[in-house]
Nanobody, 127 residues
Framework: QVKLVESGGGLVEAGDSLRLSCAAS????????MGWFRQAPGKEREFVAT???????AYYADSVKGRFIISRDNRNMVYLQMNSLKPEDTAVYYC?????????????????????WGQGTQVTVSS
């Protein structure tokens, strides 16, 4: 069982930046694709960004493309650098891990592809 723990959320103003971190508990983390999803109040959870097991490919939702950057190290951390934040970015952000060796954009943007989830970290952007 992989445990994922997010951190780095908080209250910021529009235009500010935040970096979210996700720590994975398992050594096999290195073979997993990692994703970030978010859920705003009253809305469904949605895809934000994902990165393949080796960091070779990253994919983003259109709403964050050009503002957010996903990255990972070669140990057990994945990050989401969020720049030029907007009030509509306010949500609980979740880190997720996908064990599948099939790591392509079409599957990595789907919640159902992910096997493990963190508890989430709140990001609030004031206008």
């Amino acid at each position: 069982q992989v445990k994922l723990v997010e951190s780095g959320g908080g209250l910021v103003e529009a235009g500010d930046s935040l970096r979210l971190s996700c720590a994975a508990s398992e050594r096999t983390f290195g073979s997993y694709a990692m994703g970030w999803f978010r859920q705003a109040p009253g809305k469904e959870r949605e895809f934000v960004a994902t990165i393949t097991y080796n960091g070779g490919s990253a994919y983003y939702a259109d709403s964050v493309k050009g503002r957010f950057i996903i990255s990972r190290d070669n140990r057990n951390m994945v990050y989401l650098q969020m720049n030029s934040l907007k009030p509509e970015d306010t949500a609980v952000y979740y880190c997720a891990a996908d064990r599948s060796p099939l790591q392509i954009a079409q599957t990595l943007s789907m919640m159902a592809s992910y096997d493990y989830w963190g508890q989430g970290t709140q990001v609030t952007v004031s206008s």
